[in-house]
């Protein structure tokens, strides 16, 4: 049973136009007016706007919380959730919860270790995986049920997402393991940030030839460099990114000063390049405590103004 939802970020994208994303980190408060004030910088340029869920184990304001926050101003919130912290019942409860505030879209995530955020002494939950809870949010929207088999009067309306990441060693399993994200309910994927160009057209070759670029939209993750401090410290600290020497280079032969400019053009050029690859549906811009560098962004990379959707 095909369920219609009223999410924008689907519409864009099956109407056929490269839809863009972004993404904002909830505050260490109980104030919202950061992450409204964030939401508002970016909200003509794009689609949707992703909240994180205590991104790298740091404790925030919940994502469902922020995400209302964001509905209440007019905004289009995507919904992170992780299976770290919570358990099916906390899960179905919060898809719930989200859908009564009508946010109709959300990105299904495993989430960082506890160790590395700021209770590293607490307990982890994982009573299911992250392409489980694909196949949760589906069968609850799908089959109108709860996972013990009760029926839900009003199911969930969800657009459903994943993450991929197309560097992370073994190379040779990445292009299977988004095909299980698929079979397991994946509609959209935001890949981790893309900076070797090469290697990520090698993966999105793999997924064309395999036919799935059809079956989900695929939306590189764009991530602009404020400094080649940054960049040296993604390649050597980040598990899984890919930051190739050329990049560094060009970076560092920048004077300090022009690095965070260069860094823009850099992730414009990734953009304007990557928008004639065959397979790629739209960007999920990640500008990490920089959203005012976002509209600039999307106007450079000719994807502005955002088209208008029924």
């Known amino acids: 049973m095909e369920i219609?939802?009223?999410?924008?970020?689907?519409?864009?994208?099956?109407?056929?136009?490269?839809?863009?994303?972004?993404?904002?980190?909830?505050?260490?408060?109980?104030d919202p007016a950061h992450i409204i004030e964030k939401g508002h910088l970016i909200k003509?340029?794009?689609?949707a706007i992703n909240i994180t869920d205590n991104q790298t184990s740091v404790t925030r304001l919940c994502s469902l919380a922020a995400c209302i926050h964001l509905k209440q101003e007019g905004l289009e919130p995507v919904l992170q959730m992780v299976v770290r912290d919570?358990?099916?019942?906390?899960?179905?409860?919060?898809?719930?919860?989200?859908?009564?505030?009508g946010i109709h879209s959300m990105l299904c995530l495993s989430g960082d270790h506890q160790r590395f955020g700021d209770s590293p002494q607490g307990q982890n939950v994982f009573d299911i995986d992250s392409m489980q809870l694909l196949q949760t949010v589906r069968y609850m929207?799908?089959?109108?049920?709860?996972?013990?088999?009760d029926?839900?009067?009003?199911?969930?309306?969800?657009?459903?997402?994943?993450?991929?990441?197309p560097?992370?060693?073994?190379?040779?399993?990445?292009?299977?393991?988004?095909?299980?994200?698929?079979?397991?309910?994946?509609?959209?994927?935001?890949?981790?940030?893309?900076y070797n160009l090469d290697k990520f057209e090698l993966w999105m070759k793999g997924v064309v030839e395999r036919?799935?670029?059809?079956?989900?939209?695929?939306?590189?993750?764009?991530?602009?460099?404020?400094?080649v401090g940054m960049a040296k410290y993604m390649a050597r600290a980040v598990p899984g990114m890919d930051v190739p020497k050329e990049?560094?280079?060009?970076?560092?032969?920048?004077?300090?000063?022009?690095?965070?400019?260069?860094?823009?053009?850099?992730?414009?050029?990734?953009?304007?390049?990557?928008?004639?690859?065959?397979?790629?549906?739209?960007?999920?811009?990640?500008?990490i405590e920089w959203e005012e560098k976002v509209p600039e962004m999307v106007e450079r990379a000719g994807l502005y103004p955002r088209p208008e959707v029924d």
């Open 4 to 30: 219609k939802t009223n999410s924008r970020l689907e519409k864009v994208l099956k109407n056929g136009h490269m839809a863009v994303t972004s993404e904002c980190g909830p505050p260490r408060s109980s």
């Open 44 to 47: 003509n340029h794009v689609d």
């Open 86 to 101: 919570r358990n099916r019942i906390a899960l179905q409860s919060d898809i719930l919860g989200a859908a009564s505030h």
């Open 141 to 149: 929207r799908d089959e109108g049920k709860f996972l013990g088999g």
């Open 151 to 165: 029926t839900i009067k009003l199911p969930p309306n969800m657009f459903v997402g994943a993450a991929a990441n």
């Open 167 to 194: 560097f992370a060693d073994p190379f040779e399993i990445r292009v299977p393991r988004l095909a299980k994200k698929i079979a397991a309910g994946a509609e959209f994927i935001q890949t981790q940030c893309v």
């Open 211 to 227: 036919g799935l670029h059809e079956k989900v939209f695929i939306m590189p993750g764009i991530t602009p460099m404020r400094s």
């Open 247 to 287: 990049l560094i280079d060009r970076l560092s032969g920048v004077p300090k000063d022009k690095q965070s400019e260069e860094g823009v053009t850099i992730a414009v050029e990734a953009m304007e390049r990557l928008k004639e690859c065959t397979g790629i549906a739209g960007f999920h811009i990640m500008a």
